[in-house]
C-alpha cells in the first residue's frame, strides 16, 4: 500500500494536488519527485543547517512602515544592476550541476531568465558548456561565476571563453576554501555524478519521471572543463579525483581577486561577503559589487544569516558607488522588498529555481520567478512605494536591538535618513 502511495504521489499531476501558489509549494513538488539524495543535497545545508535556516527566518527581523493613500495604480519592479536594466529585482544565482534535477538543467535556466528579462549567473561548475547556455540565453543578462581554481591556467581560459561568449560580468565565489561538510550528503551516501546503489534503489526508481531523464541523458559532469582533461571528458578520471587535483583551492588569498581583476575588463562581482572588511577588500581590489552571501549555508554552519549580515556590507559600500546584491533563503516578495529597502540593489535566488525547474523545466523558472514578481508587486502597493527603485529605510522598521548595539543599524528611522545616497538624491 505505501509503495502504491508513493507511486501514485508521483505520478499525480501536482495542480491536481494542490494549487502551487508559492515558492514553498514548488519545493513539496521537488520534495516528492526527485529521489531523497537530490533532494537534500539542493535543500541541505552544512552541518545542522543552523545558518540555512537562518537565511529563512532573518527577513522577520525587519517589519514594514508603509505609506498609505499613496498613488500606486501604476508600478515598476525594473531596476538597473551593474549598468543593465533588468526587469524585476530577483537575479537568478550560480549553482553547480543543475542537470542533477533535470535534464535541461542550466539551459533551461538560461531561456528562462530571458523570458523573465534577468539576470542568470552560471556556475563554471556548469553541466553544459558556457557556449551552449550563452546561446539558450540570448536576451537574458548573463554572468559568469568561477572560483578561484588550483590550475590557474584553467581559470584563465574560462575567463577568456566566458568573455568571447558574450558574458556581462564576472562573478568571483570566495567563500569556499573547502567545500562545506552537509550531513545530509553524507548521511545519504550522495556521489556526483549519482550512483544506482542497493542502499538508494527503491527510493530512486520510484521517482519516474527523475529516473528516465537521468538514464537518457548523458552522463552528468562539468562540461566546462572537459577540454582541460582528456582522462575526465573520457570517464577515466572521476569528477572528486579532478576536483581534488585541479580545482579545491584553500590558499587563495586577495592577490588571487586582484589576478582575476586584470584578467576581466567587465563588472566584476565577489559572491561570498558577510563583513565590512571583507566588502572594503573586495573594493579595494576592484570589484564592482560584492553579493552578501554565505554560500546559502552550505559552506561554514554558525555564519549570521545573510539579512543579518547586510547592513554591515552595506556600511562598506557606502559613498563607494558600489552595489551590493543579497542571496540567500529569499522565498517570498517581502524577503525582496525587505533587502531593497536596506539598500540592496537585487537579490539572487538558486534553491527555489531548482524547485521550478523540477516541477516544469524552463516554464516551472519561469512561473517560480512570476510567483515573486507579483508578490513584490503587491508588497509595493502595500507598502505605498510604486517603484522598487525608490524603495529606502523609511520602508522598513528594524527590531533586532544586538544589531542597533553593534552600531549597524540606526536608532530611529530619521537617523538613517543622512546615511542613505538614495534618500539624499531625492
Ligand atoms: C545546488 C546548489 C549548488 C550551488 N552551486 C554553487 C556554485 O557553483 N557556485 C556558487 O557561487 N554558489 C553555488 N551555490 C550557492 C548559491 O549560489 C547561493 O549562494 C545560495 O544557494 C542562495 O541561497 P538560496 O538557495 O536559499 O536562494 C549553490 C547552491 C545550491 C543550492
Redesign the pocket.
Known amino acids: 500500500m505505501a509503495v502504491r502511495n508513493s507511486l501514485l504521489s508521483e505520478l499525480t499531476i501536482p495542480s491536481l494536488r494542490a494549487p502551487l501558489v508559492n515558492v514553498e509549494s514548488y519545493r513539496q513538488v521537488a520534495r516528492r519527485r526527485l529521489p531523497r539524495s537530490i533532494f537534500d543535497?539542493?535543500d541541505g545545508g552544512a552541518g545542522d543547517e543552523v545558518t540555512t535556516r537562518a537565511?529563512e527566518t532573518a527577513f522577520a527581523e525587519a517589519t514594514f512602515r508603509p505609506r498609505p493613500m499613496v498613488d500606486v495604480a501604476q508600478r515598476d519592479l525594473s531596476t538597473t544592476v551593474l549598468g543593465r536594466r533588468v526587469e524585476m529585482p530577483v537575479l537568478l544565482?550560480?549553482?553547480?550541476?543543475t542537470r542533477l534535477v533535470h535534464p535541461e538543467g542550466e539551459l533551461a535556466v538560461a531561456r528562462a531568465a530571458a523570458r523573465l528579462g534577468t539576470v542568470y549567473a552560471l556556475?563554471?561548475?556548469s553541466n553544459f558548456p558556457l557556449e551552449e547556455v550563452a546561446d539558450a540565453g540570448r536576451g537574458a543578462t548573463l554572468w559568469f561565476?568561477v572560483?578561484h581554481w588550483k590550475d590557474a591556467g584553467i581559470v584563465a581560459d574560462l575567463v577568456a571563453r566566458a568573455k568571447n561568449a558574450g558574458f556581462h560580468a564576472l562573478?568571483v565565489?570566495i567563500d569556499v576554501p573547502l567545500s562545506g561538510v552537509k550531513d545530509r550528503d553524507l548521511r545519504n551516501g550522495l556521489t556526483i555524478p549519482p550512483r544506482l546503489t542497493v542502499r538508494n534503489a527503491f527510493d530512486t526508481c520510484r521517482r519516474v519521471r527523475w529516473l528516465r531523464g537521468f538514464v537518457t541523458g548523458d552522463p552528468i559532469t562539468f562540461k566546462n572543463l572537459e577540454p582541460y582533461s582528456f582522462e575526465m571528458a573520457a570517464g577515466v578520471m572521476g569528477l572528486s579525483t579532478f576536483m581534488r587535483e585541479k580545482l579545491n583551492n584553500p590558499s587563495s588569498t586577495w592577490e588571487d581577486l586582484r589576478w582575476l581583476r586584470d584578467l576581466w575588463d567587465g563588472p566584476l562581482v565577489v559572491?561570498?561577503v558577510l563583513t565590512a572588511d571583507a566588502a572594503r577588500r573586495c573594493f579595494d581590489a576592484g570589484a564592482d559589487g560584492v553579493?552578501c552571501?554565505n554560500?546559502?549555508g552550505?559552506q561554514l554552519n554558525g555564519n549570521p544569516a545573510s539579512f543579518v549580515a547586510l547592513p554591515e556590507v552595506l556600511e562598506a559600500a557606502h559613498n563607494r558607488n558600489k552595489e551590493v546584491f543579497l542571496?540567500?533563503?529569499?522565498r517570498r516578495g517581502t524577503d525582496v522588498v525587505k533587502a531593497l529597502a536596506a539598500g540592496a540593489t537585487a537579490c539572487?535566488?538558486?534553491?527555489?529555481y531548482?524547485w521550478g525547474l523540477v516541477a516544469d523545466g524552463e516554464d516551472g523558472v519561469v512561473a517560480v520567478g512570476e510567483h515573486l514578481r507579483s508578490e513584490i508587486d503587491n508588497v509595493l502597493a502595500q507598502l505605498g512605494v510604486p517603484r522598487a527603485v525608490d524603495l529606502d529605510r523609511t520602508s522598513i522598521r528594524w527590531e533586532r536591538m544586538s544589531e542597533r548595539a553593534a552600531g549597524h543599524l540606526p536608532e530611529r528611522v530619521p537617523d538613517c535618513l543622512p546615511e542613505d545616497p538614495r534618500v539624499d538624491a531625492r
Open positions: 543535497f539542493v537565511n544565482g550560480p549553482a553547480g550541476s556556475s563554471a561548475a561565476q572560483y562573478c565565489t559572491k561570498g553579493v552571501s554560500h546559502g552550505r542571496d540567500g533563503g529569499v539572487l535566488v538558486a534553491r527555489p531548482h
